[in-house]
């Protein structure tokens, strides 16, 4: 979609100052120092304004303070945690999605909706998801609901932490939140 915009403002002939925009695409497969490195490498020969990435939470940590530095923004389409919320730490951090604050309040409602106390999470080891689950038992306990226990998804290497069917068998709830992207 962002390409599209970019072929038809040059078709239109829109400029800012008298330049075309352009754009440079770098895909980072989830490690934040190819983050930092792509970022890096497309800012070094071109006049660039802003970065409109990247998609992971834990790449936006390292990236937006890079965009920083340079005074530029960096805009991400699907980072979430809500530490990068904070304007004092990431002053140029802009995302289009809201953060998972959002989506803690959302899991409360539904909670108090069905009279639901308790449950587990599942959560993957990045920004992502200790984001998450920090938003999650925050707004938990401001509502009075308890999060029974918490087990964590290693995505270094691909599996849990801990026994995961004793974990579940063995909680006093039946509700678990997966907190994970869906490629793990």
Not at 78 to 99: E, I
Request: hydrophobic share 40%; aromatic share 10%; charged share 15%.
């Amino acid at each position: 979609m962002f390409k599209a915009a970019v072929l038809l403002s040059h078709q239109y002939n829109i400029t800012i100052d008298g330049e075309f925009l352009g754009w440079q695409v770098a895909e980072t497969t989830g490690g934040i120092i190819d983050a930092l490195s792509d970022a890096c490498r497309a800012v070094l020969n071109l006049n660039t304004v802003g970065i409109i990435g990247p998609e992971l939470s834990r790449e936006s940590q390292l990236v937006a303070p890079f965009g920083e530095k340079l005074g530029i923004p960096v805009i991400s389409y699907a980072s979430t945690d809500p530490d990068l919320s904070d304007k004092k730490t990431y002053p140029t951090f802009y995302r289009t999605v809201p953060s998972d604050d959002t989506a803690a309040s959302s899991l409360v409602k539904l909670f108090i909706r069905y009279n639901w106390t308790s449950c587990s999470i599942i959560y993957q080891n990045d920004a992502f998801g200790s984001g998450g689950v920090k938003a999650i038992n925050q707004a938990f306990n401001q509502s009075k609901l308890t999060v029974t226990q918490t087990v964590i998804f290693d995505i270094g290497y691909l599996g849990f932490r801990g026994d995961l069917k004793v974990s579940l068998v063995n909680s006093p709830t039946r509700i678990v939140i997966v907190w994970a992207e869906s490629i793990y």
